[in-house]
C-alpha cells in the first residue's frame, strides 16, 4: 500500500533558525507531490505542489520544497523561520488518490 | 465563491446517536472528499464522489455513509455514533480527480465528539 512518512512529529525553533521537514512516499509510479499547512483552527492550505519540471518548487510565504526521485523524498525547507509560521505540515502524495503524512507540528519561539 | 463550506463547526453527539455532516461547495468541482483527522494521524479519506450520484468508499468507510445527489453537496451520516467516531472532519473539494496535480481545496472542519 502507499505510504508517506513524515519523520518529525513534532519540531520546535526559534526565529530565524532554518527549517527542514522530511517526507519519503512508497509508490514508485508518477506521483504528484504536495505540503499542505494548517494554522491553528484554520482547515489546509495549499503551499506548494510538484507535478513535473524543475524538483525544485517554490511555494508562497517562502518555503520551497525540493522532488529527489530517487530518494522518493520531498522535503519541506524554509531558510528562516518567523513566529507566524508555527502551524502543522502535511505532506500529501497523489497517485490516484491523495494519500497524507501523519504532519509534523511546528512552533516557532520569538 | 464561498469556496468549501462545512456545517456544524462543533457538535457533541451521545453514543448511539444519528447526525449528518452538510458539506457544500461552490465552485463546480466534479470531485469531493470527506477526510477524518486524528491526532498524530494525518488525514484519513472516508469516502468520495467523483459526480452527482456517484460515490466510493476510502480507506476508513465503515459507520459512515454519503450521497451525492448534487454537485454542490456532499453530506457525510453517522447512523449510530460510537466514540471511535471523535475526531475532526474535513470536506475537500477539486475540480479533476484521480492521478491528478490539482490541489484539493479544504472546508473549515468539524469537530465532532461522541460520550
Known amino acids: 500500500a502507499q505510504s508517506v512518512s513524515q519523520h518529525n512529529h513534532h519540531v520546535i525553533l526559534s526565529e530565524a533558525a532554518s527549517l527542514e521537514l522530511g517526507c519519503n512516499y512508497s509508490?514508485?509510479?508518477?506521483?504528484?507531490l504536495f505540503w499542505y499547512v494548517q494554522y491553528p483552527g484554520q482547515h489546509l492550505q495549499l503551499l506548494l505542489k510538484?507535478?513535473?519540471?524543475?524538483?525544485l518548487v517554490k511555494g508562497i510565504k517562502g518555503f520551497e520544497a525540493e522532488f529527489i526521485k530517487s530518494k522518493f523524498s520531498f522535503n519541506l525547507r524554509k531558510p528562516s523561520v518567523q513566529w507566524s509560521d508555527t502551524a502543522e505540515y502535511f505532506c500529501?502524495?497523489?497517485?490516484?488518490?491523495?494519500?497524507f503524512g501523519a504532519g509534523t507540528r511546528l512552533a516557532v519561539h520569538p | 465563491n464561498a469556496g468549501v463550506t462545512q456545517t456544524p463547526k462543533f457538535r457533541i453527539l451521545k453514543i448511539g446517536q444519528s447526525m449528518t455532516l452538510q458539506c457544500a461547495q461552490d465552485?463546480?468541482?466534479?470531485?469531493m472528499y470527506w477526510y477524518r483527522q486524528d491526532p498524530g494521524m494525518g488525514l484519513k479519506l472516508i469516502y468520495y464522489?467523483?459526480?452527482?450520484?456517484?460515490?466510493d468508499k476510502g480507506e476508513v468507510p465503515n459507520g459512515y455513509n454519503v450521497s451525492r445527489s448534487t454537485t454542490e453537496d456532499f453530506p457525510l451520516r453517522l447512523e449510530l455514533a460510537a466514540p471511535s467516531q471523535t475526531s475532526v472532519y474535513f470536506c475537500?473539494?477539486?475540480?479533476?480527480?484521480?492521478?491528478?496535480?490539482?490541489?484539493?481545496?479544504f472546508g473549515p472542519g468539524t469537530r465532532l465528539t461522541v460520550l
Open positions: 464522489s467523483v459526480g452527482a450520484g456517484i460515490t
Open positions: 465552485m463546480n468541482h466534479n470531485y
Open positions: 509508490y514508485g509510479g508518477t506521483v504528484n
Open positions: 510538484y507535478f513535473s519540471g524543475d524538483p
Open positions: 500529501a502524495v497523489n497517485s490516484g488518490k491523495l494519500i
Open positions: 475537500a473539494s477539486n475540480p479533476w480527480g484521480g492521478a491528478s496535480y490539482n490541489e484539493q481545496f
